[in-house]
Nanobody, 126 residues
Framework: VQLQASGGGLVQAGESLRLSCAASGLALDYYAIGWFRQAPGKAREAVSCIASTTGRTYYADSVKGRFTISRDNSKNTAYLQMNSLKPEDTAVYYC????????????????????WGQGTQVTVSS
């Protein structure tokens, strides 16, 4: 199983990025997907997640209204659209997934996730 995160980069405040998380070795249809981030000197935090069946989503308060998580099961890929980026969004972003039997749940705790991507750097300059 592999998760390949991509799409990070250096942007100015107010600009947008779209992160992608391509999965191989599993069918994302049955998996909840989460995006986490870790800034230098800070703990990893949950940014957003999406349930496997219902598509129910969660967003951290700091990104609500600016970020949108989505999934395309036909492409075995998840996305995180990030608009109106701020310098405080600077971090390494990780996608992660776990097999969700409820179909309506996605977790916000790192230990719930079984598979992790390698991370993609997002840097937002002021």
């Amino acid at each position: 199983v592999q998760l390949q995160a991509s799409g990070g980069g250096l942007v100015q405040a107010g600009e947008s990025l779209r992160l992608s998380c391509a999965a191989s070795g599993l069918a994302l249809d049955y998996y909840a997907i989460g995006w986490f981030r870790q800034a230098p000197g800070k703990a990893r935090e949950a940014v957003s997640c999406i349930a496997s069946t219902t598509g129910r989503t969660y967003y951290a308060d700091s990104v609500k209204g600016r970020f949108t998580i989505s999934r395309d099961n036909s492409k075995n890929t998840a996305y995180l659209q990030m608009n109106s980026l701020k310098p405080e969004d600077t971090a390494v972003y990780y996608c992660a997934t776990f097999r969700s039997y409820s179909g309506d749940y996605c977790g916000v705790r790192s230990f719930e996730y079984m598979y992790w991507g390698q991370g993609t750097q997002v840097t937002v300059s002021s």
